[in-house]
């Protein structure tokens, strides 16, 4: 799998977009790019994936360099809701060539008010 | 049911008994996972079932702790002899064939072994 980098934390100002940065500089062609969140006393929540073009859900937006080798969810207005650890993992969808779904350190992101 | 499910939600046991953690995926999910995380820690992997291939169980870690899947229905995660270091919340996730990587997880299951 490639490996992924995220900063271990990040502040946030409430209602101002949250832009969290992941690298994956070894992703290969096959491999697509996840974002889970973790809520405090909560299990992960996927948020969004994609493999090269730009994606938008109601959650956030998903940004996704030319060369693939970086990455940054974009959370559009945050709220104090939003206080959680996101993790990017970088996974080939197909079957057999999945495997199991490994989740790293992420990054702790704090919205105050 | 519309989410996954797990059971018990809370168990607290004494040091040495055996415990068995119960998990309902969502209905057509063929990938099953099983998550375990300590107070304060990340999440640790410990086995991926995916429809009727063989389970990876590379995260167990002891021979006494064992998961077992018949078909795509539902998982008991047990854990035999429990210790002290086995408390923590035990997380099962399921996801759809064709989309192995998009995960529902459940509420987990915290075990507390005194």
């Known amino acids: 799998d490639a490996k992924t980098t995220q900063p271990p934390s990040m502040d946030c100002a409430e209602g101002r977009a949250a832009n969290l940065p992941c690298n994956h500089s070894?992703?290969?062609?096959?491999?697509?790019v996840y974002w889970y969140r973790q809520i405090h006393s909560q299990g992960p929540q996927y948020i969004i994936h994609?493999?090269?073009n730009n994606e938008t859900n109601e959650m956030a937006s998903l940004i996704i360099t030319e060369d693939r080798k970086s990455s940054t969810l974009i959370l559009p207005h945050a709220t104090l809701r939003d206080t959680a650890v996101y993790y990017c993992?970088?996974?080939?969808?197909?079957?057999?060539?999945?495997?199991?779904?490994?989740f790293g350190q992420g990054t702790e992101l704090s919205v105050k008010p | 049911g519309a989410g996954v499910s797990q059971s018990p939600s809370n168990k607290v046991t004494e040091k040495g008994k055996d415990v068995e953690l119960r998990c309902d995926p969502i209905?057509?999910?063929?990938?099953l996972y099983w998550y375990r995380q300590r107070l304060g820690q990340g999440l640790e992997f410990l086995i991926y079932?995916?429809?009727?291939?063989?389970?990876?169980k590379s995260g167990l870690p002891s021979d006494r702790f064992s998961a077992e899947r018949t078909g795509e229905s539902v998982s008991t995660l047990t854990i035999q002899r429990t210790q002290q270091e086995d408390s923590a919340v035990y997380l099962c996730?399921?996801?759809?064939?064709?989309?192995?990587?998009?995960?529902?997880f459940g509420a987990g299951s915290r075990l507390t072994v005194l």
């Open positions: 996730a399921s996801g759809p064939f064709s989309g192995a990587n998009v995960l529902t």
């Open positions: 070894t992703i290969s062609g096959n491999e697509y």
């Open positions: 994609g493999l090269k």
């Open positions: 993992i970088v996974r080939d969808p197909t079957y057999n060539q999945g495997g199991k779904l490994i």
């Open positions: 209905s057509g999910h063929t990938a």
């Open positions: 079932f995916q429809g009727n291939s063989a389970p990876d």
